[in-house]
């Protein structure tokens, strides 16, 4: 079956330090990543849709200089939060596609101190 | 652009109980529609999908039917247990694209007591 592994699991930093969060696609070809951020209030927002050989597609409000992101082949990507501050706390999910289903990893805790 | 509405808030219900949570959604393509359980400190896990008109689709005792004409993909199941309080979310989307963008809902929270 498909998986998505996400690490680190959660993940405390100082005010103006970055956080680098992989993601593992298992079992099958993740050939495009979808990066989403769920707020402490739970909703969910679209970060960045990441394509293999293609360019990456920033949703508004979310730049390259700020959440990096690399997905260098089928199987892998990640992506960083430069400079966090309290704003970017949240759970910083993974998806990846696999047929007409999105499957998300466990997701990465950033606890924004 | 796309748009989902749930059931807000907590729902609150007695074990062997039946719920529906409500999703309606908006979309000028042709929808695709899932529902995802998140458990406390997890990530959301797919409960179910469907992209067929008036077809009930059902997993771990859940069960919705994509409805076109009115928009809807309720969430059921007939006898509510301790292991369902959970975030339930509907997401959507369209046919036309990649599945990676999903329209997320703002999140239904099923607490169920003893």
């Known amino acids: 079956g498909a998986l998505v592994y996400q690490y680190p699991r959660r993940t405390i930093c100082k005010s103006g330090t970055s956080m680098r969060m992989e993601c593992q696609a298992v079992?099958?070809?993740?050939?495009?990543v979808a990066w989403y951020r769920q707020s402490p209030q739970k909703t969910f927002e679209l970060i960045a849709l990441s394509t293999v050989n293609s360019a990456i597609k920033y949703e508004q409000n979310f730049t390259q200089e700020k959440f990096p992101i690399s997905h260098p082949n089928l199987s892998f990507s990640s992506m960083t939060v430069l400079n966090a501050y309290l704003e970017d706390r949240g759970l910083y999910l993974c998806g990846a596609p696999s047929g007409n289903t999105l499957y998300f990893g466990e997701g990465s805790r950033l606890i924004v101190v | 652009g796309d748009s989902v509405t749930q059931t807000e808030g907590l729902v609150t219900l007695t074990k062997g109980l039946p719920v529906m949570l409500n999703c309606t959604y908006q979309t000028t393509y042709s929808p695709f529609l899932f529902w995802y359980v998140q458990h406390l400190n997890e990530a959301p896990k797919l409960l179910l999908k469907s992209s067929t008109d008036n077809k009930r689709t059902e997993h771990q005792g859940f069960y919705a039917t994509l409805h076109k004409s009115s928009s809807s993909f309720h969430l059921q199941k007939s006898s509510v247990q301790l292991s369902d309080s959970a975030l339930y979310f509907c997401a959507l989307s369209d046919l036309s694209g990649s599945f990676n963008k999903l329209t997320f809902g703002a999140g239904t929270r099923l607490a169920v007591c003893p």
């Open positions: 079992g099958f070809q993740a050939t495009s």
